[in-house]
């Protein structure tokens, strides 16, 4: 392989620019905040607490007493359409925080990790980590951000079963099935238990809507009908009882 000869130029340019770059990263990496891979955006389930990871470094030790820095930090809730949502805050041993809302840790060990308690559905947002810090003269010397997306789960709540029609042999009947809250939405399924057990499958079965249509029904298809709410984060039931007449 054969190189360029570099003109004086580029040699000038290329020392300036690194000289530049290095300024840059010296003076922006003081300090960084650290949020662990992976783990900007997490799921939890409503009720439950999660913890949201950060922590920062200091880039240049002025001293051998940890932390010799004064950190100012806030924890925003951001979510779509509303304005920024302060939900912690902390400078100089005060702490000023939303209920449910605390740090795991103490801020001398320089690790900021959030913990929300018995989460609910309107926890979901982004989560804006900022800390500055400043040292024993209040002069700025590191300002770094980390966000971390947050969605609440929610098991399905307990669903309502009804039926549509009269239930003569001969007829059809739907049965339906709807959990008022599940996020995300749950999918049904419908099943009839013994004596004469089965499971339902499409097209009968509308596993979205929650309904099931039974057609040109018979005596032998009376019995209870338990509907099952699913997503990925749990399950609620509930059923009918079908009765099948004969006749007018
Ligand atoms: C900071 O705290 C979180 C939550 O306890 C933990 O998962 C993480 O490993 C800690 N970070 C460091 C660098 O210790
Ligand atoms: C019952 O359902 C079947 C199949 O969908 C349809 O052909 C029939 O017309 C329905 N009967 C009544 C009475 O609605
Ligand atoms: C309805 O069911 C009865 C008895 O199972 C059967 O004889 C009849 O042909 C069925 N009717 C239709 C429209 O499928
Ligand atoms: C049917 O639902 C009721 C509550 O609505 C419940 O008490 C009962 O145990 C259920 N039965 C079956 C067989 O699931």
Not at 38 to 56: D, F, I, M, R, T
Not at 158 to 164: T, V
Not at 209 to 226: D, E, F, H, P
């Amino acid at each position: 392989m054969i190189l360029p000869a570099r003109t004086p130029e580029t040699s000038l340019l290329r020392v300036l620019f690194l000289g530049l770059s290095t300024l840059a990263a010296f003076s922006l990496a003081q300090m960084e905040l650290h949020v662990p891979p992976g783990l900007n955006k997490l799921e939890a389930v409503e009720g439950e607490e999660v913890v949201l990871p950060a922590w920062y470094t200091m880039a240049r030790e002025e001293s051998s007493s940890h932390p010799w820095e004064a950190p100012f930090l806030i924890w925003f809730l951001e979510q779509e359409g509303k304005e920024p949502k302060q939900v912690l805050s902390y400078f100089k041993g005060s702490l000023s925080n939303k209920p449910g809302v605390t740090l795991v840790h103490s801020i001398s060990t320089r690790n900021v990790s959030l913990r929300l308690d018995a989460l609910q559905e309107g926890d979901s947002g982004t989560y804006r980590c900022s800390v500055n810090a400043y040292d024993s003269d209040g002069k700025n010397i590191g300002h770094s951000i980390k966000t971390i997306e947050l969605k609440v789960l929610v098991p399905p709540a307990p669903p309502s079963c009804s039926f549509q029609g009269v239930p003569y042999v001969g007829t059809n009947v739907t049965l339906n099935c709807k959990s008022p809250r599940s996020k995300p939405t749950a999918q049904y399924q419908w099943e009839r238990l013994a004596p004469s057990s089965q499971v339902f499958f499409g097209p009968a079965l509308d596993t979205v809507r929650g309904s099931l249509k039974l057609t040109n029904i018979s005596t032998a298809m009376s019995g209870v009908y338990v509907c099952k709410a699913q997503n990925r984060v749990g399950f609620a039931q509930c059923n009918v009882t079908l009765d099948v007449m004969t006749g007018q």
